[in-house]
């Protein structure tokens, strides 16, 4: 996922600017604001050219403001701290990357020096072993990419013609923001899981080992019955699996699913949801992972990558990413005999 989706972006890098010197903003072409609870709110990627790509979270702690994935490009992040900012009338101090993806960890260094960065071990690790070679793919391969999804876009239809807007986003973001990068590193780093008291709320950091990628991070807000899980859960959208292990994945999604103390999930990518988007992603695993295995049982592995992708997940987005799926479903298979 990290090539495709690591096209996000960035335009013009600023020094930080100070609490008491920014510019208010309650609206951003490149994300929605929605709130969850008094004090909690999701900002949702702007599918229409927006710059943000992930999904993020605001939360009033009550005396500290906590910011969750602060997008791919400095410039939506720049905008989502001015707007957290002015919802609770405070700097943001903490800010926690979900896992090591550009979409999910480049607004870093909008928040930088106030705030103090927070992921797993292996995510800090990853993004200071990924992103220099990552930002180097990405200005040599972003400006051919944008000019093909440009191309296809304009010959396009049905669902193609809708998600290719999302994609050129992307490319575009990518390539604003490139030159202007900061790798800003998290400076606490946990394992396992991290509560984080505040004087109105208290939120907990659990990692997902396994899931998406070798370490995810989930916020959970007890008091809320809300989670932030990041791209452990896609809504209406192919999920990413390359960088992930699929079996362990499900097995966390089931555990999501069975636990009644939340009732509301934000994804990494899609809309806010209930336990119904849980489910679905789940279905996506059983249906793709059958699949799979009935092409490997009967040795149709190639025919299998030349079918159309199945009538129920047609309308979802990323679905550049299912033939990627079914390939590495194939080769986990393999490996396994
Ligand atoms: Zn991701």
Redesign the pocket.
Known sequence: ??RF?LIFVYFCFTTSQGFSQKKKAKTSENFVLEQLAPGVWAAIHNDQYGKAI?NAGIVDLGDKTLVFDPFMTPQAARELRAIAEDLTNRPVTIVVN????N??IRGNQEFTPFATIISSTYTRDQIALMEPEQQQWEKHHAPALLKATKKIYNSATGIDREELPMWIGYYEGMMESIDNLVITLPDIVFNDSLWILGSKRNVKLVEFKNC??AS?VALIIPSDRIAFL??ILFVQRHP?MA?GEPASWQASLKHLYEDQSISTYVP??GAVCDKRGLKSLQDYFDNIQQLTNSAMADSTQSLLLTQPIPKQYQNWYFSRFYQSNVKFLLSAIKHQE
């Open positions: 996922m990290l989706l992930c979900s896992h090591f993806h979409d999910h998406h990628t995810d990041g791209d990413w960088d990494g990518h």
